[in-house]
Protein backbone atom coordinates (compact mmCIF):
# COMPACT_ATOMS: atom_id res chain seq x y z
CA UNK A 1 0.00 0.00 0.00
CA UNK A 2 2.98 2.29 0.60
CA UNK A 3 4.58 1.91 -2.88
CA UNK A 4 1.66 2.99 -4.03
CA UNK A 5 0.82 6.15 -2.33
CA UNK A 6 4.81 6.62 -3.06
CA UNK A 7 3.53 5.95 -6.70
CA UNK A 8 0.88 8.52 -7.07
CA UNK A 9 3.03 11.13 -4.91
CA UNK A 10 5.72 10.64 -7.77
CA UNK A 11 3.35 10.78 -10.97
CA UNK A 12 1.53 14.08 -9.12
CA UNK A 13 4.71 15.80 -8.58
CA UNK A 14 6.04 15.04 -11.77
CA UNK A 15 3.23 15.86 -13.55
CA UNK A 16 2.97 19.69 -12.21
CA UNK A 17 6.32 19.87 -13.33
CA UNK A 18 5.63 19.67 -16.27
CA UNK A 19 2.93 21.56 -16.51
CA UNK A 20 4.65 24.77 -15.81
CA UNK A 21 5.15 27.28 -18.12
CA UNK A 22 8.45 29.05 -18.32
CA UNK A 23 9.13 31.48 -15.95
CA UNK A 24 6.88 29.28 -13.35
CA UNK A 25 3.77 29.75 -14.99
CA UNK A 26 2.93 33.34 -14.91
CA UNK A 27 2.76 35.32 -18.47
CA UNK A 28 5.59 36.32 -20.90
CA UNK A 29 7.39 33.69 -19.29
CA UNK A 30 9.63 33.02 -22.15
CA UNK A 31 10.62 36.86 -22.38
CA UNK A 32 11.97 36.09 -18.51
CA UNK A 33 14.19 33.33 -20.21
CA UNK A 34 16.08 35.86 -23.19
CA UNK A 35 18.59 37.63 -22.84
CA UNK A 36 18.95 41.10 -23.02
CA UNK A 37 20.67 41.29 -25.89
CA UNK A 38 17.86 38.61 -27.03
CA UNK A 39 15.22 40.88 -26.11
CA UNK A 40 16.92 43.95 -28.32
CA UNK A 41 17.29 42.30 -31.33
CA UNK A 42 13.65 40.91 -30.97
CA UNK A 43 12.45 44.66 -30.75
CA UNK A 44 15.00 46.39 -33.29
CA UNK A 45 13.72 43.61 -35.92
CA UNK A 46 10.28 44.36 -35.58
CA UNK A 47 10.85 48.21 -35.52
CA UNK A 48 13.17 48.23 -38.37
CA UNK A 49 10.08 46.02 -40.57
CA UNK A 50 6.75 47.91 -39.19
CA UNK A 51 8.11 50.98 -38.49
CA UNK A 52 10.59 50.94 -41.99
CA UNK A 53 13.87 52.43 -40.08
CA UNK A 54 16.42 54.05 -42.40
CA UNK A 55 19.79 52.66 -42.36
CA UNK A 56 20.66 55.78 -39.96
CA UNK A 57 18.18 54.93 -37.13
CA UNK A 58 19.03 51.24 -37.04
CA UNK A 59 21.98 51.63 -34.83
CA UNK A 60 21.19 54.33 -32.38
CA UNK A 61 17.42 52.69 -32.18
CA UNK A 62 19.50 49.09 -31.54
CA UNK A 63 21.39 50.97 -28.72
CA UNK A 64 18.38 52.63 -27.01
CA UNK A 65 16.88 49.17 -27.09
CA UNK A 66 19.75 47.53 -25.52
CA UNK A 67 20.01 49.20 -22.92
CA UNK A 68 16.87 49.50 -21.46
CA UNK A 69 16.35 45.61 -22.16
CA UNK A 70 19.19 45.20 -19.91
CA UNK A 71 17.24 47.52 -17.12
CA UNK A 72 14.17 45.38 -18.15
CA UNK A 73 15.69 41.97 -17.57
CA UNK A 74 16.93 43.21 -14.37
CA UNK A 75 13.81 44.95 -13.34
CA UNK A 76 12.86 41.27 -13.71
CA UNK A 77 14.94 39.62 -11.49
CA UNK A 78 14.55 42.00 -8.91
CA UNK A 79 10.64 42.56 -8.59
CA UNK A 80 10.67 38.94 -6.25
CA UNK A 81 7.11 37.96 -7.45
CA UNK A 82 5.88 41.51 -6.01
CA UNK A 83 3.82 41.97 -9.76
CA UNK A 84 2.15 45.77 -8.66
CA UNK A 85 5.74 47.44 -8.32
CA UNK A 86 6.88 45.61 -11.48
CA UNK A 87 4.11 46.80 -13.43
CA UNK A 88 4.62 50.55 -12.26
CA UNK A 89 8.45 50.01 -12.58
CA UNK A 90 8.06 48.74 -16.25
CA UNK A 91 5.56 51.65 -17.05
CA UNK A 92 8.19 54.27 -15.84
CA UNK A 93 11.19 52.37 -17.60
CA UNK A 94 8.86 52.27 -20.73
CA UNK A 95 8.09 56.21 -20.98
CA UNK A 96 11.83 56.62 -20.57
CA UNK A 97 12.57 54.53 -23.25
CA UNK A 98 9.77 56.52 -25.15
CA UNK A 99 11.56 59.72 -24.45
CA UNK A 100 14.97 58.14 -25.04
CA UNK A 101 13.86 56.70 -29.33
CA UNK A 102 11.62 60.48 -29.64
CA UNK A 103 14.40 62.05 -31.31
CA UNK A 104 15.54 59.40 -33.30
CA UNK A 105 12.22 58.13 -34.98
CA UNK A 106 10.00 60.48 -37.34
CA UNK A 107 6.84 61.64 -35.98
CA UNK A 108 5.19 58.83 -38.04
CA UNK A 109 7.25 56.09 -36.97
CA UNK A 110 6.62 57.46 -33.10
CA UNK A 111 3.27 57.57 -33.46
CA UNK A 112 2.96 54.08 -35.13
CA UNK A 113 5.22 53.10 -32.19
CA UNK A 114 3.14 54.46 -29.38
CA UNK A 115 0.45 52.59 -31.28
CA UNK A 116 1.93 49.15 -31.23
CA UNK A 117 3.10 49.44 -27.66
CA UNK A 118 -0.76 50.19 -26.69
CA UNK A 119 -1.87 47.07 -28.57
CA UNK A 120 0.70 45.18 -26.93
CA UNK A 121 -0.29 46.32 -23.43
CA UNK A 122 -3.92 45.36 -24.05
CA UNK A 123 -3.26 42.26 -25.61
CA UNK A 124 -1.33 41.17 -22.20
CA UNK A 125 -3.81 42.50 -19.77
CA UNK A 126 -6.18 39.88 -17.72
CA UNK A 127 -5.86 36.80 -16.88
CA UNK A 128 -3.59 34.61 -18.74
CA UNK A 129 -2.17 37.04 -20.61
CA UNK A 130 -4.92 38.45 -22.28
CA UNK A 131 -7.47 36.10 -22.17
CA UNK A 132 -10.21 38.66 -20.81
CA UNK A 133 -12.60 39.33 -23.04
CA UNK A 134 -13.04 42.38 -21.63
CA UNK A 135 -10.24 44.09 -23.01
CA UNK A 136 -10.71 42.74 -26.06
CA UNK A 137 -12.18 45.17 -29.05
CA UNK A 138 -15.62 44.92 -29.71
CA UNK A 139 -16.13 43.41 -33.26
CA UNK A 140 -18.21 45.14 -36.05
CA UNK A 141 -21.01 43.15 -37.00
CA UNK A 142 -22.16 43.34 -40.57
Known amino acids: MKKIY ?20 QGQGGMRQMSAEQIAQRNTDWMKKDLNL ?10 VNLLYAKAQVALYQSASGDRQSMRT ?11 ALSPILTKEQMDLYKQRMSEMSNRTRGPRGGNNPDSQPAQNAE
Do not use: C, I
Not at 16 to 24: K, L, S
Open 6 to 25: LLLFVLLTTSFAFAQRPGGG
Open 54 to 63: TEDQVAPVDS
Open 89 to 99: AMQDLMAKKEE
